[in-house]
């Protein structure tokens, strides 16, 4: 977040925003002029500064930025776990912007899949009972909450991982049991935080996989991270600096898929395609780094002439 050290102009209430004109049939995400101010004695701190986006049905959308340019605030704002100072925020078709907290819980737990960095799963639950807490939460009844959070396991190929705890699972495992969560309730839309950000990197480079086929599937899925090449498993890329958007633009990814061409499977960080095969299924600790290889010394093995 930018902290303001000179006297800054207030937003104009009157500031006509790019979407004044509210959602359009197939918008899920829509905001306009949209301002986020904290009071911090007698400073301002404006985390967002006049954020117009415009996110349909189905795009697989990235929001990136270096930490402080207000890429958190916004994700809190898309999913209404806070509220603007200043603008509207449409969310499938509705305004959210002046929700008090128990209806943007309602909107929360109806039309948003969460996936966090830190997964967020009870300790002692299953991963069917961690599925199910959605369900639970909305009164759904049990033998059918329990056949939906059997089905959502088994579509994220944790068919036979059901009954195992947090504890009893690879650090993948566990991200996979936090996608069925986000999915269970048929969200509008499925925001992911970081969602790589505690895996390895083939790990990370299998549920970023996972992403794109739920994207595949009719999914709208918005991933906010700080890593570029992360970004780039998404179809466009909206970076944001100081509190407000930078640029918008398709990824590589975006532009094949605009023009008809297959996308090449994309990979964070380069990986050797025959290492840590069972990560995926290894309970508990994460894959360390392979430290054994040894490496040569430019010349110290050349044959002698």
């Not at 790019?18 to 918008?27: E, I, L, R, T, V």
């Not at 701190?45 to 006049?50: D, I, Q």
């Not at 033998?143 to 699972?169: C, D, F, Q, Y």
């Not at 925001?191 to 996972?210: F, H, Q, R, Y």
Request: aromatic letters at 4%.
């Amino acid at each position: 977040m930018a902290i303001e050290t000179a006297p800054v102009v207030p937003p104009a209430p009157d500031r006509i925003g790019a979407n004044a004109d509210g959602p359009h049939p197939g918008d899920v995400i829509v905001t306009d002029n949209l301002w986020k101010t904290y009071e911090m004695g007698d400073q301002q701190v404006h985390a967002l500064r006049g954020v117009d986006i415009r996110i349909r049905h189905n795009e697989y959308v990235a929001i990136m930025g270096p930490s402080g340019s207000g890429k958190s605030t916004l994700m809190n704002l898309i999913g209404c776990l806070d509220s603007p100072s200043q603008g509207k925020y449409w969310l499938n078709g509705h305004d959210v912007s002046q929700l008090n907290d128990d209806e943007l819980a309602r909107i929360r737990n109806k039309e948003i899949g969460f996936v966090f960095q830190t997964f967020n799963l009870l300790a002692r639950a299953t991963s069917l009972h961690n599925v199910e807490l959605p369900l639970i939460y909305n009164g759904t009844p049990v033998a059918e909450r329990i056949a939906r959070a059997k089905e959502v396991l088994t579509s994220v190929n944790l068919g036979e991982r059901m009954m195992h705890k947090p504890n009893e699972l690879s650090g993948g495992q566990r991200q996979r049991v936090a996608i069925a969560r986000a999915l269970v309730n048929r969200p509008s839309i499925i925001l992911a935080d970081e969602p790589t950000g505690n895996l390895d990197s083939k790990t990370s480079v299998e549920i970023m996989a996972l992403f794109d086929d739920l994207h595949a599937k009719g999914n709208t899925i918005v991933l906010v991270t700080h890593e570029p090449d992360i970004a780039e498993f998404a179809h466009r890329i909206i970076s944001i600096r100081d509190g407000s958007v930078a640029t918008d633009s398709l990824s590589t990814k975006g532009k094949k898929a605009a023009a008809g061409l297959p996308a090449k499977e994309t990979s964070p960080k380069a990986e050797n395609p025959s290492a840590s095969a069972a990560n995926s299924s290894t309970p508990a600790k994460e894959a360390m780094p392979n430290t054994s290889e040894k490496k040569t010394e430019p010349g110290k093995n050349a044959k002698k002439a």
